[in-house]
Nanobody, 128 residues
Framework: VQLQASGGGLVQQGGSLRLTCAAA?????????MAWFRQAPGKEREFVAA????????YYGGSVKGRFTISRDNAKKMVYLEMNSLKSEDTAVYYC?????????????????????WGQGTQVTVSS
């Protein structure tokens, strides 16, 4: 599957953004679990959020829980990341990823190696 992330930009602290990840080709979209990761300059790629194939299970990294919401629309082959109350430390390149196995395990969902496909990133910059 090919993944295309978009929606990044420059936003003031406390503001909101919605990222979109569009999927193309590959198997039926609803067979994939999906996730968002982010990478700030000089730092490791960090887990942000994940969602199971049917949207029934969601997972969040500790630093974004309560502020970010992941969702998906299987008919449109889209995954979204709604980001609210943005902080300067949310500044990073955000990547979407797909897991061939549609069900996520709580112990592995945050691992980069769990995911089989990656899109290019979209830059999010939060100004203080």
């Amino acid at each position: 599957v090919q993944l295309q992330a978009s929606g990044g930009g420059l936003v003031q602290q406390g503001g909101s953004l919605r990222l979109t990840c569009a999927a193309a080709s590959g198997r039926t979209f609803n067979s994939y679990a999906m996730a968002w990761f982010r990478q700030a300059p000089g730092k490791e790629r960090e887990f942000v959020a994940a969602i199971s194939w049917d949207g029934g299970s969601t997972y969040y990294g500790g630093s974004v829980k309560g502020r970010f919401t992941i969702s998906r629309d299987n008919a449109k082959k889209m995954v979204y990341l709604e980001m609210n109350s943005l902080k300067s430390e949310d500044t990073a390149v955000y990547y979407c990823a797909a897991d061939n196995y549609g069900v996520l395990g709580a112990e592995t969902v945050f691992l980069r190696d769990e995911y089989d496909y990656w899109g290019q990133g979209t830059q999010v910059t939060v100004s203080s």
